[in-house]
């Protein structure tokens, strides 16, 4: 079965500095991977997915992530973080064939102070 | 970008009553919809899929006959809360994907509160 673990419950930075929220995943084959971003009353929004291709993927408002097969890992990073970046952040995956269900991981509540 | 609508966003109902939730997709034709409930601190746990005029399919451990799924549109699925309890308390978010089904836009989500 699958599975998503992110490692960082809470995360508190400053503004400027730097983020990087960890995810990893268990699935037996090839997956689709996603971060999702949820504002404090708002829903979900993709902030950016991985396919294939080019491991590096760069997202909306500077975010990007990096897809580590070796590692399974699907790791979410900003250079310089904002206040308006405060939300929280779930990693999710998708197996690869056919229909498959996402799975999500716990989330990772950012809040960053100005 | 596609816009999928809950209503309603919050309610509150007696012990032993039904609710419905609708999702609607405002702007694209929803192929597939699905229902996922979130409890606080934790992550969204999927419960069904629905495909439109077809029965949803439950997740293990989700009972069919509590949780009333119908995608009787394109555009409008409803969930229906039936003879509802206090641990049926929490937040219901839907997700609706077109015939790509590559990606799923959600809703804003429903908080239901059973007293």
């Known amino acids: 079965a699958q599975s998503v673990s992110q490692h960082n419950h809470h995360v508190i930075l400053s503004e400027a500095a730097s983020l990087e929220l960890g995810c990893n995943y268990s699935?037996?084959?090839?997956?689709?991977l996603f971060w999702y971003v949820q504002y404090p009353g708002q829903h979900l929004q993709l902030l950016l997915k991985?396919?294939?291709?080019?491991?590096l993927v760069k997202g909306i408002k500077g975010f990007e992530a990096e897809f580590i097969k070796s590692k399974f890992s699907f790791n979410l990073r900003k250079p310089s973080v904002q206040w308006s970046d405060t939300a929280e952040y779930f990693c999710?995956?998708?197996?690869?064939?056919?229909?498959?269900?996402?799975?999500f991981g716990t989330g990772t509540r950012l809040l960053v102070s100005p | 970008g596609a816009v999928v609508s809950q209503h309603p966003s919050r309610v509150i109902c007696k012990s032993g009553t039904s609710v419905k939730i609708e999702c609607r997709s405002l702007?694209?034709?929803?192929?597939?919809m699905f229902w996922y409930r979130q409890f606080p601190k934790q992550s969204l746990m999927l419960m069904a899929t629905?495909?439109?005029?077809?029965?949803?399919?439950?997740e293990q451990g989700v009972e069919k006959d509590k949780f009333l799924i119908n995608h009787a549109s394109l555009t409008l699925s409803t969930l229906t809360v039936t003879s509802a309890h206090p641990e049926d308390s929490s937040f219901y978010i839907c997700?609706?994907?077109?015939?790509?089904?590559?990606?799923?836009?959600f809703g804003p989500g429903t908080r239901l509160t059973v007293t």
């Open positions: 997700s609706a994907s077109g015939l790509a089904a590559y990606e799923q836009y």
């Open positions: 699935y037996g084959g090839t997956v689709n």
């Open positions: 991985y396919f294939s291709g080019d491991p």
């Open positions: 999710a995956v998708r197996g690869d064939t056919g229909f498959q269900k996402l799975v």
């Open positions: 702007d694209f034709q929803a192929t597939t």
């Open positions: 629905s495909n439109e005029g077809s029965k949803a399919t439950y």
